[in-house]
């Protein structure tokens, strides 16, 4: 009995060891899967880590079978940056990891630093000062009569361009300041302040009005014009502005002149100076009869008088007269230019001489005929200018006629004005090679005239029917006149 319970245990022990065993075929039976680990990843600041099974931002927790190889890559979102691997990786290149364990990485991100903005420009100063009618414009001028943005910032280097436009009825004269020439607009570089002028001039003003008082004698010198107003000398600046008493309180010239510093005059007898910005009168030579008076760049005077027995020549230089030629028969024209005095004489017969302005011998320039006065002379570098009257009248009188200084040929500039019977008087001027005169006799239109040395170019500045205009003066800009009893100054 005892034989048959152990051999039930065997077999009771022998069954239970094949049940723990499978074969290849027994398709119930299981074994251990490949080890799995886990992949912690975690983003700081703004940014993704980015592997081959998708981006993690956060936290993200991945299982992967043990020994995977692994590669993540640190993307920073637009305006960060990444700053740093953590945990199983470290520094700031690419993470590569083989997950033998499980593993925690942190990819850290942070915001972008923006550059530091540029400088601000430095700010510099851009300013206009307008005379007379017009405006500047550009760079944030609007700078004239009517407006009033003068003066501006602007970033340094700007380069600006700036327009000068003339109000209706008057001309752009020109720039200073930063800006040059005439040009209607300037360009310039803002490098450090700039400050500008513009000039605008009317195309005609009336400078000085009739007031009833007016003689009929003006002078120019280079800022300023001279008159005589109810027996005195009078100046006011050449393009308008305020009217000063010079000199004098019972003064009637027949002639003026003036110069830089003094302003002369002559009664037709006396010779008196004063100073140009005003202050008292001084006599200077005292004759029968003085003709006109003009005064050279050196500042001498010249002039011709009917002294005796014949007339002379004479030049007054610092302060002391000098007759240059006498018995000459002067009638009172006279011009100077930088080497010579011309003068109209008389003595039966018409002629123009010259003579050296230092002194000399006198040429005959030219013999204009019997009965032949001339009135009026003026030069330039190449020509002198002439008008004459004749006794009987002639039809040619007053016409401007010229003759060369090279030869001494003569002709007429032909003008288109009527004829001149009995054209006594008429005074001249002369500019850059044209002459402007006055036609106040003969065939009407009356008024101020110009035309070319070469007689082209003839036409009327301002002219009516009204004979009343006893002179005219010319600068390089303007032409100053006598109207209705009024001095007008009228852009060339």
């Not at 997950?99 to 850290?108: F, G, Q």
């Amino acid at each position: 009995m005892r034989a048959f319970v152990v051999g039930c245990l065997a077999l009771a022990l022998g069954a239970g060891c094949g049940s723990s065993s499978r074969s290849d075929s027994d398709p119930g039976g299981g074994g251990a899967g490949p080890t799995q680990v886990n992949l912690k990843v975690t983003t700081v600041g703004k940014g993704v880590v980015r592997r081959a099974d998708g981006d993690c931002r956060g936290t993200c927790t991945t299982q992967y079978v043990a020994g995977t190889q692994i590669h993540l890559l640190a993307v920073p979102d637009p305006a960060a940056s990444f700053v740093a691997w953590g945990g199983a990786c470290s520094g700031a290149g690419r993470c590569d990891l083989a997950l033998v364990a499980d593993r925690e990485v942190t990819a850290t991100f942070a915001d972008a630093i923006p550059p530091p903005p540029p400088p601000a420009p430095t700010k510099l100063n851009l300013s206009a000062s307008i005379s007379g009618p017009g405006t500047v414009t550009g760079g944030g001028l609007d700078c004239g009569d009517s407006t009033s943005t003068c003066d501006v910032m602007v970033a340094s280097g700007t380069t600006v361009t700036l327009t000068a436009s003339p109000a209706d009825g008057s001309r752009f004269a020109g720039w200073g300041g930063a800006c040059n020439g005439t040009s209607t607009t300037c360009q310039l570089a803002a490098n450090s302040d700039v400050r500008v002028t513009a000039q605008f001039q009317p195309e005609m003003q009336v400078l000085v009005p009739n007031d009833g008082g007016n003689g009929a004698q003006i002078a120019l010198n280079p800022t300023r014009l001279f008159w005589v107003r109810s027996g005195s000398i009078w100046s006011i600046p050449k393009t308008g502005g305020e009217a000063v008493k010079v000199a004098g309180g019972n003064e009637f010239p027949s002639t003026l002149a003036a110069d830089d510093a003094h302003v002369y005059w002559s009664n037709g007898s006396d010779i008196f100076s004063a100073p140009a910005d005003g202050g008292e009168a001084g006599l200077l030579f005292t004759a029968p009869s003085v003709g006109k008076l003009v005064v050279d760049e050196r500042g001498a005077l010249y002039w011709t008088a009917n002294d005796s027995p014949d007339g002379s020549v004479f030049r007054l230089r610092d302060g002391v007269a000098t007759q240059l030629a006498k018995d000459q028969h002067p009638n009172g024209a006279v011009d100077v230019d930088a080497t010579h005095v011309y003068f109209g004489a008389w003595d039966g017969s018409g002629f123009l001489r010259r003579v050296l302005r230092d002194g000399g011998p006198v040429e005959q320039v030219l013999a204009c005929g019997t009965g032949c006065v001339i009135r009026s002379i003026r030069v330039d570098p190449q020509l002198i200018y002439f008008r004459s009257w004749t006794t009987p009248c002639d039809s040619n009188d007053g016409y401007v006629q010229t003759v060369s200084k090279a030869d001494f040929s003569a002709r007429s500039l032909l003008t288109g004005n009527g004829g001149g019977d009995c054209l006594y008087y008429g005074e001249m001027d002369v500019s850059a090679s044209v002459a402007y005169w006055t036609w106040e006799g003969g065939a009407p239109p009356f008024g101020i005239f110009r035309a070319s040395a070469s007689g082209s170019g003839f036409a009327a500045i301002e002219s009516n029917g009204d004979a009343n205009w006893p002179t005219v003066r010319v600068d390089d800009q303007a032409i100053y006149y006598m109207r209705a009893g009024a001095i007008v100054r009228r852009l060339k």
